[in-house]
């Protein structure tokens, strides 16, 4: 009778600890925020410039609200 040799082949998670997944889902949640964050301020952007530029004596056309808003974007 032969006998068959099996490799053991490890899965790409073994050796993790469970403090890692919680680190990985940590960092996860952390980037979440921040897109999330980054969304709300890029959806409330434009109507934010629209309302300000007036009053600070430009006018509120698209390409002052793109010239602004590519200014302040960065800096958040």
Known sequence: MRKVHRVQRNS???GVTRYQWLMLF???LGWVFEAM???IYA???H???HELLPKA???ATFE???????ITFPSF
Do not use: K, N, S
């Open 12 to 14: 790409w998670h073994h």
């Open 26 to 28: 940590v960092a996860w």
């Open 37 to 39: 964050d980054a969304t």
């Open 43 to 45: 959806r409330g952007l």
């Open 47 to 49: 109507p934010a410039l």
């Open 57 to 59: 004596g430009v006018a």
């Open 64 to 70: 002052a609200i793109g010239w602004y808003g590519g």
